[in-house]
């Protein structure tokens, strides 16, 4: 639960910084009856929604750091590493490397599109890699979805804070995010 709390405070507050995506979003969720939908035909109308959601984890991935043991020794750039190695890879950095990301430190939910998402899905990363992997990452997807949706369906948000700070614990945690919330005029 904390780390889908961190996503989706990271998530509010891009959409807060970016009125436009976030009116884009609004559209996208305008018509959708939260309560009388089935799930399927819900989720589907937040296509949108969920590329909000990836860029935000993009940028701030939960894991944002994953750590693995080497079996064997390992040869890198002429250095060798023997086996029991630890090995820490940050998707932090991943995820805003220039030589795999235009325009890396922009929030651009399009580039999470259908048509243009595979391009980017050998460096893309959020829920952790491999075995470990996180359990929960289809229920916290679908969870943050239906929140966010919900949420820009009844208001708009605002922030007046120009960044962020950050707070890499255990998972990427922001320090204190300031939202206001105000009532859609239907």
Not at 15 to 28: D, V
Not at 161 to 168: G, I, K
Request: charged share 20%.
């Amino acid at each position: 639960h904390e780390t889908t709390a961190n996503a989706l405070s990271f998530t509010l507050y891009l959409l807060a910084r970016h009125p436009e995506i976030q009116e884009e979003a609004y559209r996208s969720v305008r018509g959708l009856d939260f309560e009388g939908s089935g799930m399927d035909e819900l989720l589907h109308g937040l296509g949108y929604i969920q590329q909000c959601v990836e860029e935000a984890m993009r940028l701030y991935p939960p894991v944002y750091v994953i750590d693995r043991v080497s079996l064997a020794e390992e040869e890198l750039q002429g250095h060798t590493y023997p086996a029991g190695t630890t090995w820490l890879l940050s998707l932090f950095e991943l995820h805003r490397h220039p030589d795999l990301w235009e325009a890396p430190e922009a929030f651009r939910p399009a580039r999470f599109h259908p048509d243009r998402k595979k391009q980017y899905s050998r460096f893309y990363f959020p829920f952790g890699a491999g075995p470990r992997m996180c359990i929960g990452n289809n229920f916290a997807m679908y969870e943050m979805l239906l929140a966010v949706g919900w949420i820009l369906q009844k208001y708009e948000i605002h922030t007046s804070m120009d960044s962020l700070s950050l707070n890499p614990l255990i998972s990427l945690k922001p320090g204190k995010v300031m939202l206001r919330f105000s009532g859609r005029v239907s």
